[in-house]
């Protein structure tokens, strides 16, 4: 913790955004507003809420943070709401739905935002996708999923889970059947006990926190998983596109890692004057060399690997850079 602490120390010294940062009393006695993409619990609301401890201290005049949750239609509803609706001066902002730019990137129905145009503010860490089974499963590697039919639960069609599942039937030629409809992980981690469901995929970071016990007994495998290159806490576990067997696909996967390189991200509106767009991109970067952030996180098992808004900004435009033909094949397989 402490090593992460200094590093992050000596990002921020060098942060252009630390530099430019000044003090115009908009934040004193003001209390500004954190939306989550979701219901209480996980780790959207997980991550944002521990922002939400912190924040506040590292801004001029100390303001309150208030969360509040606005669930719907995917994260399309706050994040649409941000793009057209919140004020735009600095004073709401929000936990960003990973997949935004790779969404509109793929041109889906929904979208009423450039991702582009957002001002991203700070990500807390990358959130890479896990895809585990159950340790009674036959299925204990892609190969075997490639060789025998394994049952996968997930939530809607437009899950992480249900949208690398097809995409790993197509790209990968595993045979997984999905299993949809379950509310929540908590459905789907009890349709596993039962047997009822073979595998799921979640964040790393929400299995470690939610199913420590199920890691320690080795009650369930993870078998792939969905960054640009292997978590260090998963070194034996490959990514989907070193699983890939041609060059369309790896580049296909590749695209799709905007969205675990993004990870559990916040963002401010298009219109926040610039000047405090640079007041909370450097407030976020002092927080995330706090200790106390630091600790509170550890304490949770959550996982930091925060990146300044700038450098995130860049990472939501390279979405659009990707070559037409492998967002084509990415979108053709996802289902979307």
Not at 73 to 87: E, I, M, Q, R
Not at 186 to 200: H, L
Not at 267 to 282: D, F, I, K, M, N
Not at 298 to 315: C, F, I, K, M, V
């Amino acid at each position: 913790m402490k090593t992460l602490a200094r590093a992050l120390a000596a990002l921020l010294a060098l942060s252009p955004a630390a530099a430019r940062a000044a003090d115009d009393g908009f934040y004193r006695d003001r209390a500004i507003e954190l939306y989550i993409p979701t219901t209480a619990g996980g780790s959207f609301d997980l991550y944002g809420r521990l922002v939400a401890r912190h924040l506040g201290k590292h801004l001029p005049g100390g303001p309150n943070i208030v969360v509040r949750n606005m669930p719907g239609a995917s994260g399309f509803a706050l994040t649409n709401w941000l793009y057209a609706v919140a004020a735009r001066d600095g004073s709401v902002f929000g936990v960003a739905p990973p997949q935004i730019a790779l969404h509109q990137a793929m041109g889906l129905d929904g979208v009423r935002y450039d991702a582009r145009r957002f001002n991203w503010l700070f990500r807390a860490a990358p959130v890479d996708e896990a895809s585990y089974v159950w340790h009674a499963s036959p299925t204990q590697s892609i190969a075997d999923a490639r060789g025998r039919e394994t049952i996968i639960g997930a939530a809607g069609p437009g899950s992480g889970g249900a949208v690398y599942a097809r995409q790993m039937n197509a790209m990968l030629g595993t045979k997984f059947r999905l299993v949809l409809g379950y509310p929540g992980s908590t459905e789907i981690q009890i349709a596993m006990e039962r047997g009822e469901v073979e595998g799921t995929m979640k964040p790393w970071a929400s299995l470690k926190v939610e199913n420590g016990d199920w890691l320690r007994d080795r009650k369930v495998k993870v078998i792939a998983q969905s960054g640009r290159a292997r978590g260090r806490e998963l070194p034996d576990a490959p990514t989907f596109a070193e699983l890939a067997t041609n060059d369309l696909d790896r580049r296909a996967f590749g695209f799709m890692t905007s969205v675990p390189s993004i990870g559990r991200s916040l963002l401010a509106p298009p219109g926040v004057p610039p000047e405090r767009v640079e007041t909370l991109r450097a407030a976020f970067m002092k927080m995330a060399a706090d200790p106390a952030f630091v600790g509170d996180a550890a304490a949770q098992l959550l996982e930091l690997g925060p990146l300044d808004g700038a450098s995130l900004q860049a990472l939501a435009d390279e979405t659009f850079s990707h070559a037409p033909d492998a967002v084509a094949r990415a979108k053709a397989t996802s289902g979307l």
